[in-house]
């Protein structure tokens, strides 16, 4: 089994990367390199000079068209929100060139939640008009193409219209890899390169600044360019680079010499180097082959001979999610090292661009920090820098970078739950922290100012609570905000203290910050220390009062739990001295707060942890990326995850628990493979048998991580006593949930109260 060794060395790293303060410190929101000569110094892509090197990564554009496929009002704003920003490169997202091959990218009836530059003259204008707005801020916009989705498209082709989805080889597919993804004839490969090379030359025609191929994760050029994939033994494709360079050269002919091409690659699949021996299994078998970093670097090389311009690079595919698309966890500039080396490569190789130019290569992976990038561009580690996620937190990010605005800028918390969760599960892109974000279209950026002045109160100083006070106030309203607590922040305040959560802490200050800057410029008074009543209120006489006082976490009461030190996990969190000298802790919950809690108890307090958790799946319903990340370094630390496990009482310093021993358990470490949505059936998952074995676990501390239930009471006594004209309740106190959900409803209330 090939290794790399570096890939190996960065694997083993990003487990524990915040033990190393210095790289814990990049993850800052410090302005301490301003002003950002380099950031925002020009650069060149073939002869298209790009006004900055800061590059809007391909953030999804799913189910920001119409059926059709024409990009619509919606998908045209989100992209001219982002090049009025000051970004000086947008790429798109996908953009598929094999409807009718690849049946993973046609929903039934031909619709498609792509968007499309093929099928019809219909689709024509959406991509000039885009092209248009983009320019007008002095942007330039590349269009992302792919080959197609192969063995990581959707398997339900199968089910909808009888089409067995589509790879380069016989290779599983990756939601349900019961089902058997079939190898594409030279003939379909053929036109699927036609298709291409003419997807191309419509850009050109369309105004758009130049084309970007989806070489990377896995997609279906990937599995035509690299032997993990691609094992055909016949035809003009069994040389897995060929698919790729003759992809190239069609594109080049269509578009002559000066038109640049940008390809996105990954220097490694890093499925050995994470894997290793689990490489044995039925899912990843076939996949030991991988491009070595020494093969990637010499297919890149052939690339440039037939006509790349740009590279950007990273690491790893869909079976482990987590690298090519890093959580909250993975440590700030997580693939500079990668960069770094592809462009000593090419500078050492004296490898050259047909416009006879070094190939500059873009670095991507948490980068959201404007001294990080600054420091990286200055250190020559590569030669542009991508924003995908930060840039959709704050479309202004370069702006406000360019103008020392640091503090002011929205920094993205790593949850992935707008950005990726929400089209997964059936939505488009949107952001946790910017409620904005894939809404410009209707939703103007500049505040309304309020007809009606009102006085109104706001119950609660989490992230909903903020926000709707904030805003309230920007629009002219008199706000009264109150904290019961002594700081604001809400559940985030527990939520930041594991290391791992590194940017909520960021979020934290920037809250804190604007909150700060708001009161000092609008009608805006805070109080904290004080709890509101009914009778306070009433004396107030607010015209409207919001109500986010949060929730709480729940727990469990039960014989014996007198004889266990127990504690709730938000209490532990915000009170770690609580731990005292326990070392067996059990927590129960195997949510994404049970999880992280038993994260920060293993690498930074060194304790001996186990985690219950009643259903299938631990951390269900979140991002694959982020719960992949989690799994696969609890496992590797020897945190024992104990799923379809019930807990059923006490037994002096134990817990006891109902533990399904069946054989049909699923693995609670399963990283290479993602939890199906709820309203997806795999007929082929084998069938769930039940057979429980009680068992006793060791503890000296029991940490409950069940869920919160909404603090709502005062609300519902608000509306029985009708306090006001107008009574909301928004955040945790209505659903305990998500930043992405409080924000949500923050926004729309202070927008039209």
Known sequence: MKKDQLICELVDSYGDWFNDDEAYQKGKMSKNLYPYTEMFRPIEINRLEIKNRLVMAPMGNISMCDETGRPNDQMLEYYFARAKGGIGLITTGLVPVSHGIDPTVTEPEGMTYFPRIDRTRSVMAGWRDLSAGVHNYGAKIFIQLTPGLGRVGNPQCLLTMKKFPK?????PNFYMPQIPCLPLSDRKLK?????IGQASADAKAFNIDGVYLHGHEGYLLEQLTNPAFNRRKIGSYSNWQAFGIDMIK????????DYPIMYRIDLSLALNEVYGDKMNIKDLRKFKNGRTIDMTLEYMGNLVKAGVDIFDVDLGCYDNWWLPHPPASMPPGCFLSISQLAKDYFEKNKILSNAGKLVPVVAVGKLGYPDLAEQALRDQQCDMVMLGRPVLADPEWPNKAYNGCVEDIIPCIGCQEGCINEFVEGGHPQCAVNPRTSFEYKMSEELNLAIHK?????????????????????RGHDVTLVEKGNQVGGKINAA???????????????LEKQLEKTRAQHQLQYIDNFEATIEWLKEKEFDSVIFATGAEEQSISMQGNE?????????????????????RVVIIGGGVVGCEIAYWLKHEHGKDVKVVEMSKHFMNHVCTA??????????KSNVELLNCTKFIGFHNNQVKVLQNVSKTVPNPYLTWRPVLPENVENPFAPKYLVDEKERLLDADLVVFAIGNKPLDTLYKEAFENKVAKEIFNIG????GGKVLEATRAANTIARNI
Request: with cysteine; glycine share 8%; charged share 25%.
């Open 563 to 583: 004889k266990v030190n127990c504690i709730e996990g938000t209490e532990l969190l915000l009170n770690p001295e609580k731990i005292g000298d326990a070392q």
């Open 167 to 171: 790879s380069a080889s016989i290779n």
């Open 626 to 635: 982020n719960r992949g990340y989690l799994l696969y370094y609890l496992e």
């Open 454 to 474: 009102k006085r109104i109160g706001v119950i609660g100083a989490g992230p909903a609570g903020i926000m709707a006070a904030v805003m309230a106030a920007k």
């Open 496 to 510: 930041a203290i594991p290391k791992i959560k590194y940017e909520v802490e960021n979020y934290k200050n920037y």
């Open 250 to 257: 069609e594109i080049r002919r269509r578009v002559g010499p």
């Open 732 to 735: 945790d106190s209505l659903k």
């Open 191 to 195: 036109k699927i390169i036609k298709n």
